[in-house]
């Protein structure tokens, strides 16, 4: 018998993944609202860079203390069953750019004055009052599109905009207000630094990931603020789920300050025959796996300021990249793309086949789709291509910010806004 049967186990299905984002004026903040992603269990890694003094001292030994210095963690998200609502926050947090329209109702309005990211409330021409809870819709230009909550106290002539979703854009006077319900259309591409937004830093927001996990001796949960989105990979399997995995870069574990109860939504998975895939503008029926690794660059940039972790975690450049298998293979056309650097233009979309404010979709669009490698393979009994290349960036796929993204990502769903 072992000496002493452990009374208090700490199973793996209590993990839970909750994400908030943190405030684009104060990162590193831990955020104070969350939503809880379905995932499987996330891995954890705590980096401590150790520093062993290994000088001499006349004894026959090699190491004589051990100090750390700079420290951060890495979450690791595993391959997961992908839901078209909750995918919003790991796409923002790793792309950047987004805008999104609602689904147009009434009351209608007019800004009377011109508009600042965090603005106040919104000078209108005299209408109804906004009711608090709804949402609008502010612009009607695309990429200038945004969806806010309206908060309480709105009169005819001021709408008054809820502190969780501040204003973002820029926007002249005299243009259309509207609010709106679902569905929900968003749009996100890579930032760069001419967004609207007023930021020349081109970051994506930061994010507090909560662990809960049971072990944890307060509150369950583990807190990780100051969270980066670096890595994703989203993947449509034949006979499988369409799935994702990432990875988050943040500060070390920390104390919560609250008890977080996770609550999920009821939307659920994608099998991957609901897909379809277009090169050049047609649909080809062939395509059985596909995936799009999507990977920044980044910085975790330790100081000499007295604190032990990074003085900034900074996201660089973007790259994207794709693999898609051709089985069995109908023809050479993708081929001739390698031979010819044609770069067609890609989309890829899945769908639960619903419509109206049961519709939930995920679509990527690349304009350019350079293959760099195309082999042909042998499937099973028939032949077959596995292709791999890059999404090129073009000024078709970017968003607010302007400039260049490889590829622009939209959903449709029942969330107002992200």
Known sequence: MPPSIPTSLYPVFESSFLAGKEGASSPGTAATAFTGIPTGPLAIAPHYTPLEDDNLRGSNVKVFDLQFGSRWAEITIPESPCYADTVGIPLLGCLGDYYSTGTAGSPTWTTSGALSPG????????????????YIQIDSTAGDTEVVKVGTGSTATSIVIDSSTPIRFSHLTGIAVTTVTGPYTHYFSVLNMTSSTGSTSAQPPTYTVLHRN???PTYSADQYVYGHFSKLKFQAKKDGWFVWDGQVTSYVRSVPASNITPSFST????????STVSLAGGQVFNVTDLTIDLSRDLDTVPA???VQDPYVIGTGPLTATFNLDFDVAANETVLTYLEGNTKPTFSWTISNGLTGTSEYSFSIASQLAGFKNTPLSIMKSFWGFKTAGSLIASTTNAGNSGGYSPLMVTLINQTPTY
């Open 119 to 134: 603005a106040g409330p919104v000078a209108v021409t005299s209408g109804s009052s906004a009711v608090a809870g709804t």
């Open 214 to 216: 049971g072990i944890a």
């Open 267 to 274: 939307v659920t998975g994608l099998p991957t025959w609901r």
């Open 304 to 306: 000499a300021d007295g």
